[in-house]
């Protein structure tokens, strides 16, 4: 069992940054590939972006590719996602997830484990 913790989430202009952190809990966190989702109201969750175990290879929606970047500090069991030239269309929670593949993945119902969410709000 993981538990998983999101936070940093908040209110903030278009053009800005924000750094959100997920704090992870149980089960070796160096074993789990971690990823972020998003969901905007009224909308599906999608994927945003995910980082492999140790190896550190990661993978971006096209949609957030040059402007966020995801990483991992496994000896703080945290994983983080720092978001910069933030648009009005990124405002949506934001949620962690853990997944117990081998190799990277995109795919939500891969993801075993999943935070409460964090709200992003991108102000125009």
């Known amino acids: 069992q993981v538990q998983l913790v999101e936070s940093g989430g908040g209110l903030v202009q278009a053009g800005g940054s924000l750094r959100l952190s997920c704090a992870a809990s149980g089960r070796t966190f160096s074993s789990y590939v971690m990823g972020w989702f998003r969901q905007a109201p009224g909308k599906e969750r999608e994927f945003v972006a995910a980082?492999?175990?140790?190896?550190?290879?990661?993978n971006y929606a096209d949609s957030v590719k040059g402007r966020f970047t995801i990483s991992r500090d496994n000896a703080k069991n945290t994983v983080y996602l720092q978001m910069n030239s933030l648009k009005p269309e990124d405002t949506a929670v934001y949620y962690c997830a853990a997944s117990s593949w081998v190799v990277l993945t995109t795919t939500s119902v891969r993801y075993e484990y999943w935070g409460q969410g964090t709200q992003v709000t991108v102000s125009s």
């Open positions: 980082i492999t175990r140790t190896v550190r290879t990661t």
